[in-house]
């Protein structure tokens, strides 16, 4: 994979510094200060993509009591997803409920200095969108809530089997003087689009102070031309695909009749 650094580290490091320095002047007066920066602004997908190592520095001071976590939130652009429910029917599994997400994080991934749900409770997880169960908005139908929960439950745990919705406690580690650092693992099916990172200072349950970051995953060489041309040319991508089939169906055919005739 390759990967794009816009700041080599030792910058980072001592640009967080630099802005660490600043905060005894103000910290008396004023609230939490975070600042955190990512070390590489996009990750670019070719034909052998195995997955990337997302990097995060940052610094963090209270006014006060030092006792703090820090949650990271990173999140894949929104897609239209659904989740079916097979049942075993004379011998055969069918399908026969069936639940749609109107939007769905395509990658959902949460890393903290412990377990999360030792920094807060269920409910300010959901509040603040830290729990992934939250992320995901079902579309209108006849199922209890129960049933509904059941379905999300079951969502989730089948991307995370995919490693596309991660739980890293102890993924961010406090370095000296109040700077941390925090290492999240993309998955080799890390899919394309915007992605946004969330940081955020937890004191007694609670952010006390966030921020926002972005990069963005891209496909490149011919991975991206298929790409931009499947989504652009549905109809013609798809009609493509079914000739290719038929013509691979049609070849085996000859090859078999020609090995046994």
């Known amino acids: 994979y390759f990967i794009s650094w816009r700041w080599p580290m030792k910058k980072i490091i001592l640009f967080l510094s630099f802005l660490f320095g600043l905060f005894p002047q103000i910290a008396m007066a004023q609230r939490t200060r975070l600042a955190a920066a990512l070390m590489d602004d996009s990750v ?5 993509f ?7 520095f940052g610094a963090v001071q209270l006014a006060g ?3 703090t976590d820090i949650v990271i939130i990173i999140r894949g652009p929104n897609r239209q997803a659904w989740i079916t429910k097979k049942s075993k029917i004379m011998g055969l599994w069918i399908g026969q409920k069936r639940v749609y997400f109107d939007a769905a994080p395509t990658f959902f991934g949460v890393a903290s200095t412990r377990p999360i749900d030792e920094i807060a409770p269920k409910d300010t997880q959901s509040l603040y969108g830290i729990d992934a169960l939250s992320q995901l908005n079902p579309h209108q139908n006849a199922l209890s809530k ?4 059941d379905f999300k439950t079951a969502f989730v ?3 995370e089997k995919q490693k596309l919705y991660i739980n890293a406690p102890k993924a961010v580690q406090f370095m000296e003087n109040g700077l941390f650092r925090a290492d999240i693992k993309l998955p080799d099916l890390t899919p394309p689009g915007l992605y946004t990172v969330k940081v955020m200072v937890m004191k007694n349950k609670r952010p006390v102070d966030t921020t926002l970051q972005s990069f963005e995953v891209t496909k490149v ?19 493509f695909g079914l000739l290719l089939a038929l013509g691979a169906g049609f070849l085996s055919a000859r090859l078999f009749r020609r090995i046994n005739g």
Do not use: H, P, V, W
């Open 65 to 67: 009591d030092t006792n």
């Open 157 to 159: 745990n089948a991307r």
């Open 50 to 56: 195995n997955g990337a190592k997302l990097t995060m």
């Open 44 to 48: 670019l997908l070719t034909s052998n």
């Open 146 to 149: 129960q049933e509904l929960e």
């Open 221 to 239: 060489g011919f991975e991206r031309f298929i790409f931009q041309f499947a989504r652009d040319n549905t109809f013609i991508y798809g009609l």
